[in-house]
């Protein structure tokens, strides 16, 4: 069972999230730390990811050299930074340059973020790549192993990633509709394959909501998270980049009669791309979710396109010289892969304490520490420190923190407004001691290099390593 320890409010752990539920019991039974089972489970994720991926390309391109470039574009991205540097130069501030930048590191924008995403996603996208498979497969060609293979699908996505339970029935639907379109008697075969697929699906959905509805503390909190509007369709296609209008391209030039020979995979593929763009916007907070899986689509019809180019003969002219192929390496590299080398510098930069966001990704040493002691006083802990302190003990201790991450705690615009005002040294000793109380808090957390923690709490620390400082709240039952 799952517990919330991003907020304090106790509440009835909630089935969810069952890949980590299952990795807990691991750990349990074989004695040994959760966080080594869940970096055995993202090593995992990436090999069967990697594997789904050339599997993938393997069978629905026939050549080679389809193949590598597919794989080439499906971790590309849009150089969306170009935005937000054009409008500072031409100083001309826009909410579009941020936008740009944060649709460019959303994983369904971004399948390079698949590799480094929790196992979840990781592993949900390489079954998500193998019921592709399956449902691309022509109709009068499925036998009764295709239908168990299938339904396997279904369940592990719905085991892994509930979200892409609608994107399944999505596809679904599509391969159902093209096989109605090109044969009315195959189309009956196809519509009981989906009447038994779709009726299977209503529990594993009906189970999730559920989950939601039962318990409101965990809808209310874990619901915020996957508050995920698509962003606009510029916005969309910046960040996709060239994958976007290649793939794009590709999905459209299947249906052109007479200029290119295709067969079921082909077309399904095709609506597929085009479908899985569409999802995303449908009129629910959480769409996006939905169009997870889009990036391999889009490699797989964009592949075809890129290799006509490449043979064009204005493409060979630019490798004529050594500068020439330079030249077009580089304007490869920055329309394919600037972003993600952007976002790693930032990331190189953050390491070594400077750049934009100085410190943002490691905690001290001290920090560590401070929350080993913490796990060692057991699960009745709850602590009170800022919002990025509590986001980094919520996962190392065994209680709970007041203010964590923002898609997680309960009421988060109060508990900041609390929390600023208790460290800001804002309210009375009567005031500070009513919302200890309140919160059952136990400890007390302060990084002296934060800024956030302008007055020290009062007291002899517990625990203490600059510029670390954990006290105990006295006086709170």
């Known amino acids: 069972m799952i517990v919330n320890r991003f907020s304090p409010e106790l509440h009835p752990p909630a089935l969810q999230y069952l890949l980590y539920v299952l990795l807990g019991h691991v750990a349990r039974w074989l004695q040994a730390p959760p966080e080594a089972l869940y970096g055995m489970a993202m090593g995992l994720g990436v090999l069967l990811l990697w594997r789904s991926l050339n599997r993938f390309f393997t069978r629905v391109l026939t050549a080679p050299a389809l193949r590598s470039l597919a794989l080439a574009l499906v971790f590309s991205t849009g150089p969306a930074w170009i935005l937000p540097l054009g409008l500072s130069l031409l100083r001309r501030p826009s909410p579009w340059g941020t936008a740009a930048l944060d649709a460019a590191t959303r994983i369904e924008h ?49 085991f892994l990633n509930p979200f892409s339970l609608p994107t399944f029935l999505m596809l679904l639907g599509l391969r159902t509709f093209l096989g109605l379109w090109e044969s009315r008697p195959v189309a009956l075969l196809g519509g009981i394959q989906a009447l038994v697929l779709g009726l299977l699906s209503v529990p594993l959905v009906a189970y999730q909501v559920a989950t939601f509805q039962r318990d409101p503390f965990w809808g209310v909190t874990y619901g915020l998270q996957n508050l995920q509007p698509a962003y606009p369709l510029p916005l969309t296609l910046a960040a996709l980049g060239l994958l976007g209008i290649l793939g794009l391209a590709g999905a459209v030039r299947v249906w052109i009669p007479g200029v290119e020979a295709s067969g079921f995979r082909d077309r399904f593929l095709s609506m597929a791309a085009i479908g899985l763009l569409a999802i995303a916007f449908l009129p629910f907070p959480y769409a996006r979710r939905f169009a997870y899986g889009l990036g391999p689509v889009l490699a797989a019809r964009a592949a075809p396109i890129a290799a006509r180019l490449l043979a064009h003969p204005s493409w060979k002219v630019w490798g004529s010289t050594p500068w020439r192929r330079v030249i077009r390496g580089v304007t490869i590299g920055i329309l394919l892969y600037s972003q993600n080398a952007f976002l790693y510098a930032v990331y190189t930069l953050s390491f070594l304490g400077s750049g934009p966001f100085p410190r943002a990704v490691f905690e001290p040493i001290a920090a560590f520490e401070a929350a080993a002691w913490l796990r060692a006083q057991g699960p009745g802990v709850v602590v009170l420190a800022c919002e990025d302190d509590g986001n980094f003990l919520a996962g190392h201790i065994e209680g709970r923190v007041v203010l964590g991450h923002p898609g997680a705690t309960f009421e988060v615009a109060r508990k900041r407004e609390e929390v600023a005002a208790f460290f800001g040294g804002l309210l009375s000793p009567t005031e500070q001691a009513a919302l200890l109380q309140r919160y059952r808090v136990t400890h007390l957390y302060e990084r002296e290099d934060r800024p956030c923690y302008r007055k020290r709490p009062a007291g002899t620390p517990v625990f203490q390593r600059p510029p670390v400082f954990v006290f105990r709240a006295e006086g709170v039952p």
Do not use: D, G, K
């Open 110 to 158: 971004n399948t390079f973020l698949a590799l480094m995403a929790p196992p979840h996603l990781t592993l949900a996208l390489a079954v998500l790549l193998e019921a592709l498979l399956a449902l691309s497969e022509p109709i009068a060609r499925a036998p009764r192993r295709w239908m168990i293979r299938t339904i396997l699908a279904l369940s592990a996505l719905a």
